[in-house]
Structure formats: C-alpha cells, structure tokens
C-alpha cells in the first residue's frame, strides 16, 4: 500500500491543479536531441522556445492553436533560418490539407534553389518529397486528417528518415540533408524563393525544430501526443481517482490510528 501510495503522489507531482479541477502533466519529455523552436500557434506565430518569431502573409491567420492557410497566397516567414544549417536536425509538425493539391506543395522550406535548401512537402503526383535530394516515393496522405510528420537527419551517419504518424516510411542511405546558409528565411506553407509559390491549402500545427535527431520512439510519442498546448494526462477521472486513492489512506491511517 505504501509503494501505491508514493507512485500516486509522484504521478500528482507531475501535475498542476487548473482552476477547473483538471489535472495536467507539466512535464515535457526529455530527449536526446535539443528542442530549440516551438509554434504552437496560441499567440500567433510565437516561439515559445527560442526568439525566432514569425510573421503573417497575405491572410495566413491562427485559430484555436492551429495555423490556417489558403492555399493560394497565404504563409508565414521567420527572420532568420529555423531549421539548422549543418549538423544533425529533426523537424516535427501537425499538418491537415484540407483539400486534394495535385501541384508542388510545401509546408516548410528555406534557403534557394541549388542552394542546398531545405523543403518538405509533395511533388504533382503527391509524393512526399524532402528537397531534390530525398524523394521518398510515399503518397502524401489524402483523406483530409490531421497527420503527423517527422525528418529525421543523422549527419554521422548520413542518414535522413521519413515518419507518418510515427511510423518510419523512408530511409535515405548516404542522405544527411544539409541547406544553405543563403537565400530565403524559413517559411511555413510556401517554397522559397524562386519558386515562390506552391502554397498549401490547410492547417499548420505542433512545429518543433530540433538540433539533434529524434529516435523512433520519440517521434512516436511526439506523434501520439495531442498537438493542443495542454493536453490532460492523466485525464481528470484518472487524476480524481488518484486523490481518492490518498484520501482513502489517509482515512484509514487516521481509524488505525485511534483504535
């Protein structure tokens, strides 16, 4: 009874009571790879990591902690690179394309043709395609959900893998992906420059850039995660129930205790 009770008080531990009664963890996870911007889209294009802010184009709009994009001429620019320039790197992010795009589409790009640069997004055909060095050959998701994809760069072993959803769809052998310190900034939803169009019609959420690259399994926790700001875990049932627990051994260590 005693190890449940301590296991119960650590699980409250990680919590914090909202003024609702909910229970939240508070906690993030602790990764080998270093977290260095997060956009979360809570107060429009904020880091809530680093400082690189961005800025909105054209329409590009927030609602309820997502990115919304028109697919013709709204994006998002940063004033600086967000994905790094050497080294290993990972980028995570939510996306939902809210309509069938048979062109060049791009959620993240940065830096100039021949460059290198970096972009992600899909090709005509609608292949995932991580810059013209990593066409991946796997079919961009067309049933109008929210998917979670994570690159993964490993510039020791000049590897660079494609998750969906957690699940590992691509390796690229020989491919540790770097970009260009030149050309255009980061942008979110629009190639650079030049081309500079090959919008994306949807929703942007849960960017996180990384120095550093993400296991599998975390990509898988980064997937099963809810892109939400706060997300209740345990939920408040669970959390209740876990008082309970507390107040019910306390309860009885206080019978015992006057018998």
């Not at 992600?120 to 998701?141: E, L, V």
């Amino acid at each position: 009874m005693k190890s449940l009770v301590n296991r119960a008080k650590s699980l409250l531990i990680l919590g914090a009571m909202t003024s609702t009664g909910a229970i939240y963890l508070t906690a993030t996870p602790s990764y080998a790879a270093n977290l260095i911007h997060h956009y979360q889209f809570t107060n429009n294009i904020t880091d809530s990591v680093g400082n690189a802010h961005g800025e909105l184009f054209n329409g590009a709009s927030t609602s309820n902690g997502k990115l919304i994009l028109d697919g013709i001429d709204d994006y998002v620019e940063f004033d600086e690179k967000i994905v790094p320039t050497s080294q290993s790197y990972s980028i995570a992010l939510f996306a939902q394309q809210n309509v069938i795009q048979n062109h060049f589409v791009e959620l993240i790009s940065q830096g100039y043709s021949g460059g290198p640069a970096f972009y992600f997004g899909h090709s005509f055909n609608r292949k995932i395609r991580i810059t013209d060095a990593g066409q991946s050959g796997i079919f961009f998701p067309s049933d109008g959900l929210l998917h979670h994809y994570a690159v993964t760069v490993d510039a020791d072993a000049e590897v660079t893998q494609l998750y969906v959803d957690g699940n590992l769809l691509a390796t690229l052998s020989d491919a540790a992906i770097s970009t260009s310190t030149g050309g255009t900034n980061t942008r979110l939803g629009r190639q650079f420059d030049n081309p500079g169009n090959e919008f994306f019609n949807g929703i942007i959420d849960d960017v996180r850039i990384y120095e550093g690259t993400l296991t599998a399994s975390e990509v898988d926790s980064l997937a099963s995660s809810s892109p939400s700001t706060s997300v209740p875990e345990p939920s408040t049932a669970l959390a209740l129930g876990i008082l309970g627990l507390l107040f019910g051994v306390n309860k009885m260590r206080r019978c015992r205790h006057k018998s």
